[in-house]
């Protein structure tokens, strides 16, 4: 399956859900040159594509062509392949006997690397192993502890538990107020 940031698969969904598969309007968050360059890479990836925006249908308009005409944005059936989505026009091409396998498989595909955490490993010797070692050590480590041995900042350490550990490696930190340490934050033995 292609590997697609939210950004791009939250735009695909919703020109999935949408009369035509029109991709306008971005998500509010996507503003200015980053939503150029998300929409670059969709239609670089033939994902998306510009169409003549339908002015009297009043289809939303992605640019000015410069002859008082523009374009909008849909998504492609290539593009809505890459969420899971098989379009009408996808089926006849392969027809006959191949159509059957590649239906059962299709639903399966895209709930896979949803549900399952990405396989990430740190590189041993970084300042990120060390943390994990120092976490899953049978004390566990305080943050205090953590300052000493990686010469991090209390925000910094938080930060790295939050986003790196439990969101990137899918790691479950706990934390327990230890009366002679404070709290101590542990991850369970690999």
């Known amino acids: 399956m292609t590997q697609l940031s939210d950004t791009q698969a939250l735009i695909l969904s919703a020109a999935a859900q949408r009369p035509e598969h029109i991709a306008l309007p971005l998500p509010e968050s996507l503003r200015g040159g980053a939503a150029a360059k998300v929409v670059g890479a969709l239609l670089a990836k033939g994902f998306?594509?510009?169409?003549?925006?339908?002015?009297?249908?009043?289809?939303?308009?992605?640019?000015?062509?410069?002859?008082?005409?523009?374009?909008?944005?849909?998504?492609?059936?290539?593009?809505?392949?890459?969420?899971?989505?098989?379009?009408?026009?996808?089926?006849?091409?392969?027809?006959?006997?191949?159509?059957?396998?590649?239906?059962?498989?299709?639903?399966?595909?895209?709930?896979?690397?949803?549900?399952?955490?990405?396989?990430?490993?740190p590189r041993e010797g970084t300042k990120q192993a060390t943390l994990i070692a120092m976490l899953r050590a049978p004390d566990g480590a305080t943050i205090e502890e953590i300052m000493a041995a990686l010469q991090w900042a209390p925000h910094t350490i938080r930060g790295a538990m939050a986003g790196a550990l439990k969101k990137k490696l899918g790691l479950e930190v706990t934390s327990e107020k230890v009366e002679i340490r404070g709290r101590v934050y542990k991850l369970p033995a690999a």
């Open 48 to 121: 998306l594509e510009e169409v003549d925006a339908d002015m009297r249908k009043g289809e939303p308009m992605w640019r000015e062509t410069g002859d008082s005409h523009g374009v909008t944005l849909v998504a492609t059936d290539a593009g809505l392949a890459a969420i899971g989505i098989e379009t009408e026009d996808a089926n006849p091409a392969p027809a006959g006997a191949t159509d059957a396998p590649s239906e059962e498989p299709a639903p399966d595909t895209p709930t896979e690397p949803e549900d399952a955490p990405k396989a990430r490993t």
